[in-house]
């Protein structure tokens, strides 16, 4: 038998999306500002009450970091790289997180381009 499918309307897709964001947010505007790295549907959890819309609430932190890092060399490019393929998501991981050029600015927008995937995900 085939598990069935939850299914969500774009109002309670859209709805979780700006908990997400604001969860997100608040992260990034923390003095240091600090990153989820690794945003993915699986580490959402979603609650549900009769006649409410559904709670979003962000887990698993332990990717979680400061979200600036300067990379300024090939040999730490390498070491983001190596980082992030053990503690990221392969769907959902950010592009400069796959491939660090030597001389980059790695910041909270890793989060976003995830978030982005993880709307698309659940939005199909």
Not at 6 to 11: A, D, H, K, R
Not at 38 to 57: E, M
Request: neutral net charge.
């Amino acid at each position: 038998m085939k598990a069935k499918k939850e299914l969500f309307s774009t109002t309670d897709v859209l709805h979780i999306f700006r908990q997400l964001c604001a969860g997100l947010e608040h992260m990034h505007n923390l003095d240091p500002p600090y990153a989820h790295n690794d945003v993915k549907p699986g580490n959402v959890l979603i609650t549900h009450g009769k006649g409410q819309p559904p709670l979003a609430i962000l887990m698993d932190f332990g990717s979680a970091r400061p979200a600036r890092r300067q990379i300024q060399s090939r040999s730490e490019a390498l070491q983001l790289q190596e980082w992030a393929s053990e503690h990221c998501s392969t769907p959902f991981r950010a592009p400069g997180l796959w491939d660090c050029p030597s001389n980059a600015d790695i910041d909270e927008r890793a989060d976003i381009c995830s978030l982005g995937c993880t709307l698309y995900a659940k939005m199909r």
